[in-house]
């Protein structure tokens, strides 16, 4: 029992690290802008406390001004234990470094600009390392696509009537639910994959409502499942259709959704180093914070960001306090990037800072993290392609197999009324495929949308695609569209 609490300690710890590590970057910029702003330890944690962009950092600022406010420990004492305690390395040795510096009567400046520096390129690796990852789940998920589909052939090849729903010999019996069990394995491996992205991908826009995607997609999944068991069509053999359908009216609404939002949130991250840029170039002319703030929001240029840049210009010429004006930024926009960098501006210049190196400091940073962020973007983007290639073949390669097992087995049987297109409506086997079909480029579009965005919401409009492609395929092999035996020797 004691290994295991340890072993739970241990782990819990570990995840806390992996947490603080993510939002150490952004808190050595907000303590080196801070600090060069004027400001001692003290005032420093206190600001920090506020930010609850940063909530394991904000987390452990708290823990350290209780033992200051309540146990009267000097700060630096308690930055000192904090050091000890913290169960992040990086944290530590920042606050280490920082303690030091600052008895030891050194340029605590240099020191912070070197620290935010170093944490910058910390954080461009572990963002190309998490690309490669990225890379190497996706080349398992294609090779895992196609091994799928090799070993459904060989399966479906090796029984000698697979197809048919008439009895058969036992054996042959066996293959043909083997080859059954061989299309659940497609759908399941993705749902697994997808489970495995989970933790290895993260976006700066949040998933979309759990309760609301529901809340659309429970009626019209509800309506195509009643309509399937029930067989209400019995003789029309059209369940992967509904299916289909039904995915597709429960995907509609978080699709247009979070096209709306990432739009928005795309044109705020591509803006914000601009207008950073911008108050910094205006700042030394010798204008002031405020002004040049409202200067920079005031341009037409930024896209869909446009309304809410010039809202802020106005609102702050209004009058209206940067806390205020920071709120209302929050309910409009979710990108990370975007919130901690006005967030940050709106710190150093409330405190008395936004002097030119500061603005200058803040404004390298967040173009540095705006290239990191669209260069990874832009080396995940090719996978969208690649995987509606892989689906797209996937799809038509495993219904013709059955098209062609079926031209074989027509072959057998000539003189008799049935035709290829009577066989292939009339196949349970068919219509499971298609089945596992539509659901693999539902889930695949999922996946590619976790890939390619980060976030799961941004896989419902290429899953969308993915099925009307699938449903395509489905009717043009049934409705021998596409007749394999057409280019098959008689």
């Not at 570990?14 to 080196?32: G, N, R």
């Not at 080349?139 to 729903?165: C, D, E, K, R, Y």
Request: with cysteine; glycine share 6%.
């Amino acid at each position: 029992m004691l290994s295991l609490k340890k072993l739970e300690q241990l782990e819990y710890e570990k995840s806390q690290a992996k947490k603080i590590e993510k939002e150490i970057p952004y808190f050595i910029t907000i303590v080196s802008l801070l600090a060069a702003s004027g400001l001692g330890p003290y005032l420093i944690l206190k600001k920090i406390r506020d930010v609850d962009l940063l909530p394991r950092i904000r987390i452990e600022c708290v823990k350290m001004l209780k033992k200051i406010d309540m146990l009267g420990i000097d700060p630096l004492t308690a930055l000192n234990q904090a050091k000890d305690k913290s169960s992040s390395k990086a944290l530590g040795e920042f606050l280490s470094g920082y303690v030091s510096a600052i008895q030891s009567g050194g340029n605590i400046i240099n020191y912070l600009k070197s620290k935010m520096q170093s944490a910058f390129e910390r954080y461009e690796n572990v963002e190309k390392q998490s690309v490669e990852k990225v890379s190497a789940l996706v080349h398992a998920w294609l090779s895992g696509q196609i091994v799928v589909l090799a070993v459904f052939i060989v399966m479906s090849t090796m029984s000698s009537n697979p197809i048919l729903g008439s009895a058969q010999p036992q054996d042959q019996t066996t293959d043909s639910s083997s080859s059954y069990l061989m299309l659940l394995i497609a759908p399941i491996a993705s749902a697994i994959f997808l489970k495995v992205s989970q933790n290895m991908l993260r976006s700066n826009i949040p998933e979309l409502e759990f309760k609301k995607i529901l809340r659309y997609a429970i009626p019209s999944m509800a309506t195509v499942t009643a309509l399937i068991f029930t067989n209400v069509f019995p003789d029309m053999n059209i369940d992967a259709y509904l299916l289909g359908a039904g995915l597709i009216v429960a995907s509609f609404w978080p699709a247009i959704n979070f096209k709306k939002i990432n739009r928005l949130n795309m044109a705020a991250e591509a803006a914000t180093p601009q207008i950073l840029r911008d108050i910094t170039e205006a700042r030394k002319a010798g204008i002031g914070p405020e002004k040049c703030v409202i200067r920079a929001c005031r341009r037409k240029d930024f896209g869909h960001f446009n309304s809410i840049a010039n809202s802020i210009g106005n609102k702050l010429e209004w009058g209206i306090p940067l806390n205020d004006i920071f709120t209302v930024l929050r309910t409009e926009i979710k990108n990370f990037q975007v919130l901690i960098s006005f967030r940050i501006l709106f710190e150093v210049i409330s405190s008395g800072g936004g002097n030119v190196n500061t603005l200058d400091s803040l404004s390298d940073t967040s173009e540095k993290v705006y290239n990191i962020e669209k260069h990874k973007r832009d080396s995940l983007k090719p996978y969208v392609m690649v995987g509606f290639m892989i689906m797209a073949v996937t799809a038509f390669t495993t219904l013709m197999v059955i098209s062609s097992f079926e031209h074989i087995e027509e072959q057998k049987r000539i003189g008799e009324e049935n035709t290829v297109h009577k066989n292939l409506a009339q196949s349970p086997l068919f219509e499971t495929v298609s089945i596992s079909v539509i659901m693999q480029s539902w889930l695949a579009g999922l996946f590619i949308g976790k890939v390619t965005t980060g976030a799961y919401s941004g896989g419902f409009m290429y899953s969308i695609l993915l099925v009307i492609i699938a449903i395509a395929a489905i009717a043009m092999v049934q409705f021998s569209i596409i007749d394999i035996s057409a280019i098959m020797p008689s």
